[in-house]
T-cell receptor
Framework: EAQVTQNPRYLITVTGKKLTVTCSQNMNHEYMSWYRQDPGLGLRQIYYSMNVEVTDKGDVPEGYKVSRKEKRNFPLILESPSPNQTSLYFC?????????????FGQGTRLTVV | AQSVTQPDIHITVSEGASLELRCNYSYGATPYLFWYVQSPGQGLQLLLKYFSGDTLVQGIKGFEAEFKRSQSSFNLRKPSVHWSDAAEYFCAVGAPTYSGAGSYQLTFGKGTKLSVIP
């Protein structure tokens, strides 16, 4: 089954404690991306990647890091989480081949930073 | 950079009534356009997409959307709403960037929450 898998689904952490949210896709997609969803703000892009070792900032990259060492994985790293990073996070992937550019989303990771 | 505006934050309709959710985009060329639905506690599910060709696009769950280039719009419609359609709906535009071949960026609107009265 084609899917994007995020882990964990729910996470509570303390300010300043480094954490990683994993994202994995099994569709051999080139494009992967992280979004955060906040009430009244919709989805905002944090980082995206067009392929292995190719990443770029989205609209709200501050406080986040990503890496793309393998095509299937795109972890989101918070080196020093702060309460304003409490949010619902979504990972997405998409093919860049032809016109089949719809994005597939993971189930989301709800992060609370206290 | 492209942008998406969904003018309506919250819409309430009666079950069986027709529905239209508005979406306007800003982009210099013809973008890829999408509508996603998010049910409470769930991820996003693609309803329909427009890449080129016929400007009236049919999607899942009885939804359709029409691309109007002159109005930079991609409004979502459904002739008869069901209670299970209550959710949040996101319009998105996908457009190539100019930072390299194959660059691609997906931008979302802020969403429209749909409530359905039985």
């Amino acid at each position: 089954e084609a899917q994007v898998t995020q882990n964990p689904r729910y996470l509570i952490t303390v300010t300043g404690k480094k954490l990683t949210v994993t994202c994995s896709q099994n569709m051999n997609h080139e494009y992967m991306s992280w979004y955060r969803q906040d009430p009244g703000l919709g989805l905002r892009q944090i980082y995206y990647s067009m392929n292995v070792e190719v990443t770029d900032k989205g609209d709200v990259p501050e406080g986040y890091k990503v890496s793309r060492k393998e095509k299937r994985n795109f972890p989101l790293i918070l080196e020093s989480p702060s309460p304003n990073q409490t949010s619902l996070y979504f990972c997405a992937s998409a093919s860049l081949q032809g016109s089949n550019t719809e994005a597939f989303f993971g189930q989301g990771t709800r992060l609370t930073v206290v | 950079a492209q942008s998406v505006t969904q003018p309506d934050i919250h819409i309430t309709v009666s079950e069986g009534a027709s529905l239209e959710l508005r979406c306007n985009y800003s982009y210099g060329a013809t973008p890829y356009l999408f509508w996603y639905v998010q049910s409470p506690g769930q991820g996003l599910q693609l309803l329909l997409k427009y890449f080129s060709g016929d400007t009236l696009v049919q999607g899942i769950k009885g939804f359709e959307a029409e691309f109007k280039r002159s109005q930079s719009s991609f409004n979502l419609r459904k002739p008869s709403v069901h209670w299970s359609d209550a959710a949040e709906y996101f319009c998105a535009v996908g457009a190539p960037t100019y930072s390299g071949a194959g660059s691609y960026q997906l931008t979302f609107g802020k969403g429209t929450k749909l409530s359905v009265i039985p």
